[in-house]
């Protein structure tokens, strides 16, 4: 499974940004997330969300952060409004096999928030 993450940039404090990610294969039965790292720092949780259900949040991102899923397109992308300079990170694009817990990671896109 390849996933190819893209959108990331620079921008000012309170600015938006919308990050894309597309996978090789059907992520119909999927659960796809999104995660970002700061380096020296533990990747950490921004979103994800199942197959069905409800998508979860980070407290940090809640209100400000909305993600989406195409089953139709292979696509999820993560719509990120009200951005601080905290959340300049790395952000990956993550999808888990439910059944077996394998996970398979994008190559990540870099977000940059000036003050």
């Known amino acids: 499974v390849q996933l190819q993450a893209s959108g990331g940039g620079l921008v000012q404090a309170g600015g938006s940004l919308r990050l894309s990610c597309a996978a090789s294969?059907?992520?119909?039965?999927?659960?796809m997330g999104w995660y970002r790292q700061v380096p020296g720092r533990q990747r950490d949780l921004v979103a994800t969300?199942?197959?069905?259900?409800?998508?979860n949040y980070a407290d940090s991102v809640k209100g400000r952060f909305i993600m989406y899923r195409d089953n139709a397109k292979n696509t999820v992308s993560l719509q990120m409004n009200s951005l601080k300079p905290e959340d300049t990170a790395v952000y990956y694009c993550?999808?888990?096999?439910?059944?077996?817990?394998?996970?398979?990671w994008g190559q990540g896109t870099l977000v940059t928030v000036s003050s």
């Open positions: 993550n999808l888990e096999v439910p059944w077996s817990r394998r996970a398979y």
């Open positions: 294969r059907s992520i119909i039965s999927m659960k």
């Open positions: 969300i199942p197959s069905e259900g409800s998508t």
